[in-house]
């Protein structure tokens, strides 16, 4: 079966900026592929590129096993897209522009835009300009999903929505990927693309430095206890065993992380009267912040904190 995207060695730079250093990707058809990075990691470079918004430096990208920068039009009509600076027209209202794209779309497009304009709660009918966040994004959402996309690249497309709107937009990427379209979600919001993705990449500084299922890159990471007891406990006995860090330690209330055999140190917990005991994997936020942990300059407090509007371009 032809990927849905398929990207070998591509690279991107502008003037002696390297935005992208041969990146390899293949993202399966009917899957949600989550792709993550701080600012600046290169994830809006490789969106453009996909779309042929820009022609790479270097490199090789397929879009259903079609060049984009030859195949643009057709491709355009098989892609929804919504971008992370999405710009609208300030006087048209939502409902003149889902109509006028609706017509170019052609087909039941204004018919399911007037179903996800309902669902979405969109404000139709008052200027763009006169519009919140959320309900500009609301209308972003409608443009792309509403011709049926075989492939969706939704870049931040939960920004600036409540989480009611963020719900009923997870509904829509779940029933799409049910009906074997594609999602292609670039997001900050780590939790959501924990809940949707099949599998996600992570990209830093151009270059990518994992692929995986979320459970795929758990692995290997370390147990997470955390660990209640009914008194004040001496960490010195739980550090010296094998495998088993003591992160924090305040009288009664202990967190541990555990790399071999768990059952030596749930003995050890089972002999000082514990009261609760939570044990866990890394979250993805926790996978995600290892990966770019002691990197000079990289920003990522800051990045994770904004929304994207531009990558290192």
């Known amino acids: 079966m032809t990927a849905a995207i398929e990207i070998h060695g591509l690279s991107k730079s502008y003037g002696q900026t390297r935005a992208l250093s041969d990146l390899e990707l293949e993202v399966r058809p009917g899957e949600v592929f989550g792709f993550l990075g701080p600012n600046g990691a290169g994830k809006t470079t490789t969106i453009r590129l996909l779309l042929a918004l820009q022609r790479p430096t270097a490199g090789r990208l397929l879009v259903f096993g079609l060049d984009p920068g030859r195949a643009g039009p057709e491709l355009h009509r098989r892609i929804g897209y919504l971008p992370g600076d999405l710009e609208l027209y300030p006087r048209m209202t939502a409902r003149e522009h889902i109509e006028w794209f609706a017509r170019v779309r052609g087909g039941d497009a204004l018919r399911t835009a007037h179903g996800l304009v309902e669902r979405l709660d969109v404000v139709a009918d008052r200027p763009v300009r006169e519009l919140s966040k959320g309900n500009r994004q609301k209308v972003g959402l409608v443009l792309a999903f509403m011709h049926g996309p075989e492939l969706l690249i939704l870049d931040e497309p939960t920004s600036g929505l409540d989480p009611l709107m963020q719900n009923e937009f997870e509904r829509l990427v779940r029933e799409a990927a049910g009906e074997g379209r594609t999602v292609f979600l670039s997001s900050h919001e780590l939790d959501e693309v924990q809940r949707l993705a099949d ?16 459970q795929g890159l758990r692995r290997g990471t370390p147990e997470k206890l955390d660990v209640r007891f009914s008194s004040t406990v001496d960490p010195a006995a739980f550090a010296a065993l094998a495998g088993v860090t003591v992160t924090s330690c305040e009288q009664s209330h202990m967190t541990l992380e555990v790399t071999e055999e768990i059952g030596p140190v749930l003995t050890l917990i089972a002999s000082h009267d514990p009261l609760e005991l939570i044990a866990r994997r890394a979250t993805l936020d926790e996978l ?14 800051e990045a994770l904190e904004a929304p994207e509007t531009s990558d290192a371009r």
């Open 199 to 214: 599998r996600v990449a992570i990209v830093r500084a151009g270059r990518l430095v994992a692929t995986d299922t979320v």
């Open 288 to 301: 995600f912040l290892e990966y770019y942990r002691g990197e000079p300059g990289d920003g990522l407090a």
